[in-house]
């Protein structure tokens, strides 16, 4: 018996050190396809797990339910404006007390509000500043929804504001549609099958399998959607194969929770004694919450999806010590700084990790380093979904000692540390003499002399 327990210490020790540090170790080049789509699937979910830990998902989502209760009246407003458009009004109508059955009080008082809202924006001096209002309540919680999708996709800046405006106006376009076809399109689809299968023999036969088969249609449709939320929301670009496994995955498991909220919904009546008319908040705060908590960790399998390859040998870098960091910074910025001189667009960061084959956190962090210190500038890239990068300045004027100098001498000095001591100034004075030593070297030179990746492969030749 003590024997078996030893084996199962060894064995979890073992798949502990391999999920998280040998699973990172693997070089995915040299393994078959065969070997290499279970490792990048274990890669995917335990980065995910990850990001949602370190991401703080939880307080995100939190804060998303809290925004979208502010403006679930303004966003219900839009959706039946949209609906009404497209003469769905009644459908969304249908939807939305199927949503909150068995509280259809709830569902009655929603539906009136919104449609007040609509019409009091339908003419009169109130109409302009009622259309602007209900606009910038559903862009402030669109805006508050990409700043969560950029946390998880470590890019610190928003879209710009045009950028906003047509990407947002496009959501909340496709949104209500995909949501009010998904719910439909099931009963539109059995209709139109029976009622062909009374007029063609052949249809009665394959009809039971059409059914069957038609019951996925309102799942690809949410798969759509999230997909499309993948892929726009976060404003740096996203590969739509990562984007199609996290809609899949985060919209399967949406539509689960969807069935269990409708129909877990019917018995919350036995609360109304305690909560009143109201039975259905409490539940519809819990449901909101969750949904939030599926939308970001989608959010966290399309990032790992995309970036997991990127994740190799994390932890030595974690672990790398000030030089290599140092040299690191410059190896980048030779890169930055030749794509420059060539006249070529401008780097993002995606595209210096993967040119470069490292961790795109990694390059991030350098990088911003360097724009704190004032050695690098960020610029629209071509399709502005995420900054690119170029010299700060002049490249006749960057060298490695100014380099290194600008990012010795980032963040605080040592003013709090006693001025008098003789002892300070010595290893001052000497540092700086040592420092000089090295700006007058010969070895000192611009980056820009330094030539390329292929150059210096030929000079070492």
Known sequence: MKKL????????LKSKSFITYNIWKINLKELSWYKMAPIKLMRTFILAYRGFN???????????TYFSILSVVPIIAMAFGIAKGFGFDDKMRELLQESLKGQEDIAIWLIDFATNM????????????GL??????????????????NGIWQVKHSRVFFRKFSDYFSIMLIAPILILVSSSSQVFIIETVDRISNEIAFIGYVGPIIHFF???????????????IYMVMPNTKVNFGSALIAGIIAGTVFQVLQWGYIHFQIGV?????????FAALPLFLVWLNYSWLIVLFGAEISFSAQNHHQYEYERDIKN??????????LYILNHIIHNFEAGNAPFTAQAISQNLKLPVKFVRQLIYELIECEVLAETPSKDFKEPAFLPAKSTQTITLHFVIEKLNNFGWDYSFINNNDKLLTAIESRLSAFEKLIEHSDSNELLVNLGTNQEAKHVMA
């Open 132 to 149: 602007v209002f209900l606009f910038w309540t559903i862009m402030q919680v669109l805006s508050n929804i990409e700043n969560a999708f």
């Open 54 to 64: 370190e991401d703080k998902v939880n307080l995100r989502a939190s804060a998303l």
């Open 214 to 228: 038609v019951k996925f249609v309102p799942y690809i449709l949410v798969w759509m959607l999230f997909t499309f």
């Open 320 to 329: 790398m010590n000030l030089r290599t960091k140092r040299l690191t910074a």
């Open 118 to 129: 609509l019409n009091s924006v339908k003419g009169g001096w109130i109409f302009g500043i």
């Open 269 to 277: 009546s036995r609360y109304n004694t305690i909560y009143g008319s």
């Open 5 to 12: 327990i030893n084996l199962l210490k060894l064995a979890f």
